[in-house]
């Protein structure tokens, strides 16, 4: 997948579709007293969750593990919704961008968060990436949009919706407080579970989703440009882009595969195929909350857990 920074247009007519809340299968009707939240992902709506508690009721537009934030236009029903919510959160950066055309007149009362540029990488988002001498090179992607796998980020979401809850609510706000506390803790723990466990070591990646969980692991990344662009570009990907990851893989220059398990194609597939073939370990990562998990640090801890086995740290 791509950023994509064109917005997708104006809002679909279309039917209803059934908003469910993180973690649940309903969502509970507004006169429950409880915060209305709706988020783009559930990646960022399980943060809110678990920082709001049961004062909050979370809906995510996109709550499937198939769903694509970069082509999902929307719906009457997410209007509603959003028109309906006292916060609201999403990535930004060119990931999400349907949820810039819920966003208007309806949604001046209620608290916004957006991510990206919450993680601080926001100005340097167009800077041009260097040539690499020689034509292709490892694929560096220093920043994208994937910012709910950088833990600091994450960290400074869980205290904005902490703060904005607790404005929101008053009388909740040190239940806020000592949630977001928990939650960041937590957060912290997992985060000194993976950090430099893959110092030294190298791999390739199907799609640059876990960047930055690759780089709290201190690996290098040497998918070549080429390749990883047409990945997010769902484009062909050049004979010799693919040629030179499966000579990665094949001649054991890397350690481990990392695989967006949400995004297959048939090339993609064929360097999964080959790796495990070749006996190379493949770590599975996804971008938003599979079926199974309970939230936000179950997920993470699951994919932490399958790159430091992956890289045999």
């Known amino acids: 997948m ?12 279309a039917t209803a579709v059934v908003l469910t809340a993180c973690g649940a299968q309903d ?21 809110v969750q678990a920082v709001g508690g049961d004062a909050v009721r979370v809906s995510s537009i996109i709550d499937d593990p198939s769903g694509d934030p970069h082509s999902y236009e929307s719906k009457p029903s997410d209007l509603a ?8 959160i999403f990535n930004g950066g060119g990931y999400d961008d349907f949820f810039a055309t ?11 968060i957006e991510a990206f540029p919450v993680s601080g990488k926001a100005s340097d988002h167009d800077e041009p990436e260097p040539e690499a001498e020689g034509g292709d090179h490892g694929h560096d992607h220093a920043v994208n949009e994937h910012v709910w796998y950088d833990f600091e980020t994450v960290r400074k979401v869980a205290e904005q919706a902490a703060a904005d809850l607790g404005e929101i609510a008053p009388d909740r706000k040190a239940a806020f407080d000592a949630n977001a506390k928990d939650f960041t803790a937590k957060l912290t723990e997992l985060e000194r579970r993976v950090e430099g466990r893959g110092a030294g070591r190298k791999v390739v990646a199907t799609e640059p989703v876990a960047h930055y969980l690759l780089d709290t692991a201190g690996v290098e990344d040497v998918t070549p440009e080429s ?22 893989i094949e001649q054991k220059q890397v350690v481990a595969l990392v695989n967006n398990a949400q995004t297959e194609n048939p090339a993609t597939n064929q360097v999964v195929e080959r790796a495990r073939a070749a006996g190379l370990p493949v770590a599975e990562v996804t971008e938003t909350l599979p079926e199974g998990v309970t939230g936000y640090l179950d997920w993470m801890t699951k994919q932490v857990d399958s790159l430091v086995g992956a890289l045999g740290a």
């Open 227 to 248: 390749f990883a662009d047409a990945v997010e570009a769902e484009a062909d990907i050049p004979v010799a882009a693919l040629a030179e990851v499966t000579r990665l």
């Open 2 to 13: 791509t950023v994509r920074n064109a917005l997708l247009g104006a809002v679909a007519a």
């Open 27 to 47: 969502t509970p009707a507004a006169d429950d007293g409880a915060i209305k939240v709706v988020a783009s992902t559930n990646v960022w709506g399980s943060v």
């Open 102 to 112: 819920l966003l208007g007149p309806g949604t001046e009362g209620a608290k916004k």
């Open 81 to 88: 919704a959003v028109r309906d919510a006292k916060l609201v």
